[in-house]
């Protein structure tokens, strides 16, 4: 089971991302999907609180519109190039996953 982070686990997380790539993704229904994204950062510790950019009428951001959920997926330098199809992982409480990447999807 996974658990929702404190401020002080938040903090931790957003000192390792000092820049580089995060897939964002999200699921409504049976229908999931992600995007590769390097516009994320945190805005705030109280509420945990952190902002990604992405395009209007997208279909990530359809899909979290209508499914009201996304996880943040950070990428380690052995996934750059890589097509993340395929690696789709376990969904937490309907939040997909990619497998191999750390992700905190209750931010």
């Given at each position: 089971m996974h658990k929702t982070l404190d401020s002080a686990q938040f903090r931790k997380v957003m000192a390792r991302f000092v820049?580089?790539?995060?897939?964002v993704t999200s699921r409504a229904g049976e229908e999931v999907h992600g995007m590769t994204c390097n516009a994320f950062c945190s805005i705030s510790i109280a509420p945990l609180t952190v902002m990604v950019c992405l395009t209007k009428?997208?279909?990530?951001?359809?899909?979290?519109?209508k499914g009201r959920v996304f996880a943040v997926n950070v990428k380690s330098f052995r996934w750059l190039g890589l097509d993340h199809g395929g690696y789709w992982g376990a969904h937490f409480r309907g939040k997909p996953s990619l497998r191999g990447l750390q992700t905190h999807e209750n931010l």
């Open positions: 820049t580089g790539v995060t897939i009428n997208s279909r990530t951001e359809r899909l979290i519109e």
